[in-house]
């Protein structure tokens, strides 16, 4: 298994970034993903859902109406697209695959005030 995210960097408030990530080794197509996030010193939180086909989706109240969960199937890729950034959306961003126990690396996301 693998799960390959990027797409972090540092971007000032207001501003916009879109994570990939990429999936590997287990049968993307039937599996929930999710995006989580860990800020420093805090407890890593779930950020959004996306169901198999992609018709289902949840968000964290802190991101409703800035992120977008997607996926893409033939690609075997979630995206999440990052709106109107905000200081407090600092943290090292991970997808998972719901059933699937394996995390990756991870991409680090500075938004500066």
């Known amino acids: 298994v693998q799960l390959v995210e990027s797409g972090g960097g540092l971007v000032q408030s207001g501003g916009s970034l879109r994570l990939s990530c990429a999936a590997s080794?287990?049968?993307?197509?039937?599996?929930?993903m999710r995006w989580y996030r860990q800020a420093p010193e805090k407890e890593r939180e779930l950020v959004a859902d996306?169901?198999?086909?992609?018709?289902?989706?949840l968000y964290a109240d802190s991101v409703k109406g800035r992120f977008t969960i997607s996926r893409d199937n033939a690609k075997n890729t979630v995206y999440l697209q990052m709106n109107r950034l905000k200081p407090e959306d600092t943290a090292v961003y991970y997808c998972k695959a719901v059933g699937v126990d394996y995390w990756g690396k991870g991409t680090l996301v500075t938004v500066s005030s």
């Open positions: 080794g287990f049968t993307f197509k039937t599996k929930t």
């Open positions: 996306i169901s198999n086909a992609g018709a289902s989706t």
